[in-house]
């Protein structure tokens, strides 16, 4: 579950030497945006408070002397860390307080996407699993994404985070643990998940009970998040009848009937996007164990779909 390679080839000392001007200090900083959103991204699970952090990282990037600065991969990684478990642990008590179920933010990773080119795409970016990362203390969610995605040694964790590199072992080993049942051990070529996806679009839109019973799993869980704005079953609902119930039931009577839905790519993951009069209304997205929906994950908050673009003819 490492980083892509073009993410982790940049030198730690890269451009160290190049004159600092307000150009090159951009230059040199916009080389590790990509980086940055990436970590930011998956530690907050939210595009706008992750593009919010590596904006304040820009901002003291700028202030600080540059002479200062041993490294710049090393200085805007430990920024970005720090800013996002500060962020996460002033924003426990808003999700705590949040309406009804918290998901993370999605977004757009097929052909299609714009504004969020900057993410790198690898399973860590999927919903189910950054779901699971929410089981994890802010700390625990660093350390873990530093070392199993972006293949940090331990010593840059810990001068990262300011621990000691013992300490860091043992909170990886903790992190571990909670994610351990989020890893995907026969995952489904992505045309068995696109043709599951299929069939799950077809047997909720023509109510077919049984059809819709027989591809989720007996475990399976349906996530609703519609933050007290959007339509959404308020709690989890588990195994399969009842979920394959909520879901015809919320159908037949949450959701509007002049809907267009397109099938793209969420989050790595074959999904849908429901758009009313040309606007986002709401993404679907499934994680797939084996030939069974496992989850299903409904984001109808559109605070959480303002990234996302309108179909095309429609005014902004």
Not at 94 to 121: C, H, K, M, N
Not at 172 to 188: E, I, K, M, S, Y
Not at 223 to 246: E, M
Not at 283 to 310: A, M, Q, W
Request: proline fraction near 6%.
């Amino acid at each position: 579950m490492q980083q892509d390679e073009d993410q982790r080839s940049v030198p730690p000392t890269a451009n160290e030497a190049i004159e600092s001007t307000p150009e090159n200090d951009l230059k040199r900083f916009n080389d590790f945006r990509p980086l940055l959103f990436s970590i930011a991204y998956r530690m907050l699970s939210s595009v706008a408070d992750a593009e919010d952090i590596v904006q304040e990282a820009f901002i003291r990037w700028q202030r600080t002397p540059k002479e200062n600065i041993q490294s710049t991969r090393a200085f805007l990684v430990t920024t970005i860390s720090r800013l996002c478990i500060n962020y996460l642990d002033s924003a426990r008590v808003r999700r705590e307080e949040y309406f009804g179920q918290w998901l993370p933010e999605p977004v757009i990773t097929g052909p299609d996407r714009d504004a969020l080119s900057l993410l790198q795409i690898d399973e860590s970016v999927s919903m189910a699993f950054l779901v699971v990362l929410e089981r994890l203390t802010p700390v625990e969610r660093a350390v873990f994404l530093l070392r199993e995605v972006f293949d940090y040694e331990f010593t840059d964790i810990a001068e990262t985070l300011g621990k000691d590199t013992a300490n860091c072992r043992q909170i990886l080993r903790r992190a571990r643990q909670h994610v351990a049942d989020a890893r995907t051990r026969f995952d489904p070529s992505p045309g068995q998940k696109e043709k599951l996806l299929g069939r799950f679009l077809h047997a909720t839109s023509t109510g077919d009970l049984v059809e819709l019973v027989a591809m989720l799993s007996v475990d399976a869980v349906l996530y609703s998040d519609g933050g007290g704005k959007g339509p959404a079953v308020p709690n989890l609902v588990h195994g399969a009848d009842h979920v394959a119930k909520a879901l015809i039931g919320g159908i037949n009577k949450l959701v509007p009937r002049d809907l267009t839905s397109r099938i793209t790519q969420i989050n790595g993951q074959p999904g849908v996007v429901s758009y009313r009069d040309g606007r986002p209304f709401a993404v679907v997205t499934l994680d797939v164990r084996r030939d069974r929906v496992k989850s299903v994950y409904i984001i109808s908050n559109p605070e959480k779909l303002g990234h996302f673009p309108t179909l095309p003819g429609v005014p902004h």
